[in-house]
């Protein structure tokens, strides 16, 4: 796979499919820049990842944060090839417990700051003929109750997709679109979800409910992303990744 001496941006770099996506790019000899708004756990991932990757703390909802990681990452990767918009949050609530400004926060999180990155990252993006990446989820495939937040924010990604890869296609930019399964990551403890022991015992039960048996993990959806990254006829796609799980398969 050709990576070598590209630029990459990756937000949410600082642990799961962010931080595999970061080490599987370092690993095919590309420069990456991981951002996150950890910057212990960000400069922890570039240590092990070593000079090729730059840790940048930032805010991915704030505008002078937005910025300034673009301009960090064209200068570490000289111009930035592909943006990998995996940094994001989970807000899980029922109809009846709806909060407008939770929304509005999640909504901002997941969705507009991917597309204002992009906005930033476009020029150096029609320059190297780059491409952009984002991330769904499978709650778009599956009904999960008590989700629905979330899987608003996910199924509007995947809508933005095709519509920017209509529009960029001129341009030599394509836009693709992840949809992982189940694979454990912060996101759900940071949405209270439950204990870490708690959440692995939520994962272990969800394994039956894929068609592989199993649940994925940051690899399993990195190797999807790097397909997505070199694969120069392709654009508009929403890539599903996970394992068997939207398909519905069950024992009977």
Not at 127 to 148: C, D, E, N, Q, Y
Request: proline share 3%; net charge neutral; with cysteine.
């Amino acid at each position: 796979m050709r990576h070598k001496e590209d630029g990459y941006l990756v937000t949410g770099g600082g642990s799961g499919i962010g931080e595999a996506t970061a080490e599987m790019l370092i690993n095919r000899g590309a420069r990456v820049t991981i951002c996150g708004r950890r910057a212990d756990v960000i400069a922890r991932v570039a240590d092990r990842l070593g000079d090729r990757c730059l840790a940048v703390q930032a805010d991915v909802t704030v505008k002078e944060d937005q910025e300034r990681v673009v301009e960090a990452a064209m200068r570490h990767g000289r111009e930035i090839k592909g943006l990998i918009n995996n940094a994001g949050n989970m807000y899980r609530a029922s109809v009846e417990e709806y909060d407008a400004d939770q929304l509005l926060d999640i909504f901002n999180q997941n969705v507009v700051a991917g597309m204002m990155l992009s906005r930033w990252a476009l020029p150096s993006l029609k320059a190297t003929k780059g491409s952009i990446v984002f991330l769904g989820s499978v709650h778009t495939r599956r009904a999960f109750p008590g989700v629905s937040p979330y899987a608003a924010t996910k199924a509007a990604l995947q809508g933005l997709t095709q519509v920017m890869a209509a529009e960029l296609g001129p341009a030599g930019v394509r836009v693709n679109c992840v949809i992982p399964g189940a694979v454990p990551s912060d996101i759900n403890l940071r949405a209270g979800v439950g204990t870490r022991p708690e959440l692995e015992e939520r994962f272990r039960r969800l394994a039956p409910m894929h068609a592989l048996g199993r649940v994925g993990d940051g690899q399993d959806v990195a190797e999807a992303i790097g397909y997505l990254l070199e694969a120069t006829w392709t654009t508009g796609t929403l890539l599903t990744v996970d394992g068997g799980l939207s398909l519905g398969a069950t024992t009977v």
